[in-house]
């Protein structure tokens, strides 16, 4: 067992907004429920990137670096079985206040630049503040050799489930191919994110999404609390609406635009608070 310590948490910190409790089961998305849609992958995304500092732990011989993902984590490598888990405990806050608890369980066969790596990755009672991670996410490297500095991956999420304290349910299944863009510095390396999902949100209403233009993710806004794609555009469809999804361009800012009938309305996608 190892303690991880002085590592950067970027746990999202996304806003999730709930339906009006009057609110008739028929009734169209609202400019908050298409901004929660908005973050759930959020999430995902982060759970990635725990995996990814979790796993790079051993494979760079246990050397600790600042700026780091995990905090305040204990984990333990089976090399027999070949599996990683990354152990919250009870509850432990990270360095931007995000409080963590329960188990992440990694299953793999190769380091992760690998191509042809694969890791499976499931929760044990894991929770981010109050809201309960749930799903089966397998992340397999499709990497070309040839292309420097950039590693590709197909990501599938089945069984994807956010329970909030008020027992309502988010619901995701996934298959989208993450790009990590390596740079100069950690602060330079960038995300990209493309593919499609679908589930039911909070409000029981089900939906499909489909990214139209990549999503980007920008690791140096992160010290600015900005945990959300900052670029690219993404197609939801529920009912008879549809919905565009515009992350901006490329500003480090929690800003979306988010058009619904024609009409463009800018939402600030907030850092969900502990509870």
Excluded: W
């Amino acid at each position: 067992m190892r303690k991880i310590g002085l590592i950067l948490l970027t746990t999202i910190t996304i806003g999730f907004y709930a339906c009006e409790s009057d609110q008739e089961a028929t009734a169209s998305l609202s400019v908050d429920e298409v901004a929660a849609e908005a973050a759930v992958a959020t999430d995902y995304e982060d759970v990635d990137q725990v995996v990814e500092e979790g796993m790079n732990f051993f494979t760079s011989g246990g050397r600790v670096l600042n700026k780091r993902i995990i905090d305040c984590a204990t984990v333990e490598r089976d090399t027999v079985n070949k599996t990683i888990t990354i152990d919250f405990g009870d509850g432990c806050e990270g360095p931007h206040g995000r409080v963590r608890k329960g188990k992440v369980l990694i299953e793999y066969n190769e380091r992760r630049r690998v191509p042809g790596a694969y890791r499976i990755v499931t929760f044990d009672e894991f929770f981010i503040d109050s809201v309960q991670v749930e799903g089966t996410r397998t992340l397999t490297n499709t990497t070309n050799a040839e292309e420097a500095d950039t590693y590709a991956f197909e990501v599938k999420l089945e069984g994807g489930k956010l329970t909030y304290p008020d027992g309502t349910t988010y619901t995701r299944t996934a298959t989208k191919t993450r790009t990590i863009y390596v740079g100069g510095t950690r602060d330079e390396h960038y995300t990209s994110v493309s593919g499609s999902a679908s589930g039911v949100q909070r409000n029981g209403e089900s939906y499909s999404m489909e990214v139209l233009d990549p999503i980007i993710f920008k690791r140096g806004c992160r010290a600015g609390r900005v945990f959300i794609p900052v670029s690219g555009q993404k197609e939801i469809i529920s009912g008879e609406q549809t919905i565009l999804v515009d992350y901006g361009d490329g500003t480090c800012d929690n800003l979306v635009d988010i058009t619904i009938n024609g009409e463009t309305e800018t939402k600030e996608i907030k850092p969900r608070r502990r509870k």
